[in-house]
Structure formats: C-alpha cells, structure tokens
C-alpha cells in the first residue's frame, strides 16, 4: 500500500546503525586507556579544524577587536587582508592544545565516570546522567590545568591581525589594500615571550575563570549528551516492549548518526549559554599586557582622557572581570561573539562527541548508553 510504502523510508531512516566491524589486532591489543586517548585525541583534533575560521573571529568579538562588524565581513577582512592561511591563524596551535586536552578530556571522563559506577555500586548498563555530570566536571578540570598555556598561546596568537581587521579602511581608488607585515608568531615564541614578560604565572593568567566555567560547561555538556542517549535507549526499550516479542530485551544499542549530531549540538548549546560570560573574561584576561590588549567593553569605558585610547585593564578576579565588563557594557558584554559560538559549539560538539562514539565502536570500546 502507498502507506506502507511511504513507512519503509521513514523507519529506515530511524534504524540504528549497523554493529562496528571487529577492530584490528593492532587495535585490539592497544590497553584500554591507550584506545580512549586516541578516540578523544582524533576527536578534538577534527572538531576544532572545522571551525577554526569561527573560533578566531570569536576570539577577535571577545577581546574587542571586531567591535560592531558582522561575521561574514569579519571572515572576509581576514582573508582580504591575510590570505585564506588568516581564516586558521592560531588553529596550529589550538589543534596542539585540543590534542591533548580532548585526549585528557574524554580518556579522563571515563575513568571517572568509571570509578563513580564502582563506588556507588551502580549498574554499568544504566548509569544515572547525573554521574556524567560529576565525570565530566572532574575531566574538564583535569584537562585544563594540564593544557592551559597551550590555550592561552591559541588565544595570542589569534588575537594577532593584520591590518585592523574589521576596521581597515580601503586603499585610494578601491583598489586591494596591501597586506602589511605580520612577525610570525609561534607556539613556541608566544610561550617564550609570556614566560620572560610575567613569568611562570603569566603562563596561567585567566585560568580562574577558565575552571569556574569549565566545571558546569563540561558537565553540562556530558549531562545533556548522555541524558538524550539515555532517553533514545530507553524509547527503543519501550517500542520493543510494545511490540510483543516475549523473548529477552535487545541490548541497546547506539543511536542513528544524525540522532548523535543533533544531541551533540543541544549539550553543545545548553553548556556553552550558561558559562559563556565566564569565557569572555577568560579572553580578556589573556590578552592583558598586548598592544591594545584588554580592549573590550571594560577597557573602552576608562579610555585615557584626550581620547589617548583605551587603558590596559587588570582584572584583579573572575568576578571583578565580570562585574566591570557588565558595568562598562552592560550585560550585552558578557555575551559578546555568542552568536558566532553558536554556529561554532553546534557543529564542533556536534562532530567531536559523533566521532569519538564512532571510533570508540571500531576500537571495540564499550558505548556509554
């Protein structure tokens, strides 16, 4: 019948992904531990590569360098005025800190979460989200302290434009403006130079704010993620009970591809809007001691008199950073660049967790349902 006819697409489309084949004995006789990192590593790796263009304009947003332009001319400027190679200038150094921090992070998460089953006795097979929470939590903290000068190298050298991009005027006769001259910059150099200009501690300015928002953010976004899986199993569970079998119930198993995309991308969103004010104090704090560092709202409220340009402003806290943010631009400026992280988190999150789930399978690693 044409019902029938126009069910057969729509349940196809719902089925389950087929099992992974079996790994290869390489793989297979890789220690546990060893598979997670390598799952978390290559996950993060290709996540942030995807939106590496994204993730530099918001970097710019947050620090005040892109103040009042859109994204798509911002992307745009950058490439005019740096070359396609502008639109990545800093992912080599975000992919160097992603590595091993989604590696931390992910191989982290579960030994965790791991241990949490065993001290609370839990069932491995129908694990509370809330555990995810805790897991997530400890595992984004983890990954942070041991990767943070990392991050701050990817934010400096991210931070660094040519030309005032976003605020560049035209050369005379519209004619290409001339792309000026740029040191390069790298992950090395950057660390070196923070080392000799603050010493050790410059190395992990703004790491307070980068804890007090890594800790819901990353549990959070396990929380959301798991707790959808946990939803999707417990609905297949229903709909073969319903069914009749009368036999013993099916394991569960992963949920469609798309499924997995789109409960990404919703931990992704929920996590990233309750902590991203804390992100942007984050940034600014990273910046503080550059030229025009610090120039975001905060710093464009105490201009030097005479209109001498913005202060170089220290916050002395993550609540005095946002405390003075918000004085200076009022909440609007806790969430500056948020939009240009939304079209970021949802593919990011959205591919990071759908890779690590899938190389997990072909390593013949446990899936947490």
Not at 29 to 41: F, Q
Request: aromatic share 6%; net charge positive; with cysteine.
């Amino acid at each position: 019948s044409r019902a029938g006819s126009m069910a057969a697409p729509a349940l196809a489309r719902s089925r389950p992904p087929p099992p992974s084949p079996p790994p290869s004995p390489a793989l297979a006789a890789l220690p546990l531990v060893v598979k997670e990192i390598i799952a978390g590593g290559a996950a993060g790796a290709t996540a942030k590569s995807c939106v590496a263009p994204l993730e530099r304009v918001k970097i710019l947003f947050q620090t005040g360098r892109l103040a009042g332009a859109s994204t798509g001319a911002s992307l745009a400027s950058i490439a005019r005025t740096e070359g396609l190679p502008g639109l990545f200038r800093g992912n080599g150094a975000s992919v160097a800190r992603i590595v091993p921090y989604s590696a931390l992070h992910f191989g982290a998460y579960e030994r965790y979460r791991s241990a949490c089953v065993r001290r609370l006795a839990l069932n491995p097979a129908s694990v509370p989200p809330a555990v995810d929470l805790v897991a997530g939590a400890a595992a984004g903290a983890t990954a942070v302290v041991a990767t943070y000068p990392l991050d701050l190298a990817r934010t400096r050298l991210a931070y660094a434009t040519e030309g005032g991009v976003g605020g560049s005027t035209p050369a005379p006769g519209g004619a290409r403006p001339r792309r000026p001259h740029l040191p390069r910059a790298t992950i090395r150099s950057t660390l070196a130079a923070t080392l000799a200009a603050d010493g050790p501690a410059g190395l992990y300015r703004g790491l307070g704010p980068t804890l007090a928002g890594i800790l819901p953010y990353a549990g959070l976004k396990f929380y959301v993620y798991q707790a959808a899986k946990h939803s999707h199993a417990a609905s297949a569970a229903a709909a073969a009970a319903a069914e009749g079998s009368g036999g013993a119930p099916p394991p569960p198993r992963r949920p469609p591809i798309l499924l997995t995309l789109a409960y990404g991308a919703g931990a992704g969103l929920i996590a990233q809007t309750v902590t991203y004010p804390l992100d942007v104090v984050r940034r600014q704090m990273q910046v503080q001691g550059l030229p025009g560092g610090a120039a975001g709202p905060a710093a464009t409220a105490a201009a030097l008199p005479g209109g001498a340009g913005p202060a170089s402003i220290r916050y002395s806290s993550t609540l005095d950073g946002l405390r003075r943010v918000r004085a200076a631009g009022g909440w609007r400026a806790l969430f500056a660049g948020v939009s240009i992280n939304y079209m970021k988190v949802v593919p990011s999150t959205a591919i990071g967790f759908t890779v690590y789930d899938g190389l997990k399978g072909a390593m013949g690693l446990p899936h947490n349902l």
